[in-house]
């Protein structure tokens, strides 16, 4: 499956590789593209990663899903 999700409080590199990070460490997650310009990230997952596992990802690495 894939999921792409709009990002909203990414300023730097910095932010990319830490919202990166915690997609990946998601369970099922098989990778996590994230892009500064584009203000979104694009999760290939497993059925275990649910909307709302990434979701509660984004948040806790201090961003937020735009819906």
């Known amino acids: 499956m ?4 709009q990002i909203e ?3 730097c590199e910095h932010c990319v590789k830490h919202l990166t990070e915690a997609l990946e460490g998601v369970a099922s997650v098989k990778s996590a593209s994230v892009s500064l310009k584009k203000k979104r990230a694009e999760v290939k997952h497993g059925d275990e990663a ?3 596992s ?12 735009v819906e």
């Open 2 to 5: 894939k999921t792409v999700l």
């Open 9 to 11: 409080g990414m300023s």
């Open 50 to 52: 649910t909307l709302d």
């Open 54 to 65: 990434l979701r509660a990802a984004v948040a806790a690495a201090g961003f937020a899903v």
